[in-house]
């Protein structure tokens, strides 16, 4: 029963690098959603997804991309990475918006 | 202002007591009410849904005051493995996203 599934769990970028942070789940859940954690600011949306095909903003899309060719996936894609972007990425799952939201483990980031 | 606000605590308190956390929400369009517990370096998950007339789960309580805006959780018989930051979540009618709080920090004490 994997649930939410993100890769990689740490990652150390450096300054323009790009990456992508995979997100994968397999309970057929239509929305899903990309947050980062910083301390003091709580979980902020970056993007999120209500089925394939269709992305849209969150409160802090600046500098992220994302798609949504599937149902279970929802890659985050740093363009250029930023030492502002050293953050614990999550992803989420859950069936509609309003339902239980499912979170991956996390990915610890840190951009030097 | 921020959507949703907790006193970050932390909040120490010894084994069997009995400690509640408050939560304030600026829209008051807001639908839907959630407590979420994240224990160190894991993943939120979810404790309970927050219901207008109130609900309870074992020893925990979660209480909605839509006039005043705020959610509170209370926990009694407080065991060690409550030790874990405790999230308030709000959406908002007609919105699919949920908005979190900071978080308030619970450790128990033995």
Redesign the interface.
């Known amino acids: 029963n994997a649930g939410v599934t993100q890769t990689p769990k740490f990652q150390v970028l450096k300054t323009g690098q790009s990456m992508t942070l995979q997100c994968a789940q397999d309970m057929n859940h239509e929305y899903m959603s990309w947050y980062r954690q910083d301390p003091g600011m709580g979980l902020r949306l970056i993007h999120y997804s209500v089925g394939a095909g269709i992305t849209d903003q969150g409160e802090v899309p600046n500098g992220y991309n994302v798609s949504r060719s599937t149902t279970e996936d929802f890659p985050l894609r740093l363009l250029s990475a930023a030492p502002s972007q050293t953050s614990v990425y999550f992803c989420a799952s859950s069936y509609g918006g309003a339902g239980e939201a499912f979170f991956g483990q996390g990915t610890r980031l840190t951009v030097v | 202002r921020?959507e949703?606000e907790q006193d970050?605590g932390p909040f120490n308190v010894p084994e069997g007591a009995t400690v509640a956390f408050n939560c304030t929400y600026s829209n008051s369009a807001s639908?839907?009410f959630?407590w979420?517990r994240q224990d160190c370096?894991?993943?939120?998950?979810?404790l309970m849904?927050v219901y207008s007339s109130g609900n309870e789960d074992g020893r925990f309580t979660a209480q909605l005051n839509r006039a005043s805006q705020y959610i509170s959780l209370l926990i009694r018989d407080s065991k060690l493995s409550d030790s874990a930051t405790y999230?308030c979540v709000v959406?908002q009618t007609g919105?699919?996203?949920?908005f979190?709080?900071?978080?308030t920090r619970l450790t128990v004490i033995p």
């Open positions: 921020k949703v970050p639908q839907s959630f979420y370096r894991k993943e939120p998950k979810l849904s999230l959406r919105a699919n996203n949920l979190f709080g900071t978080g």
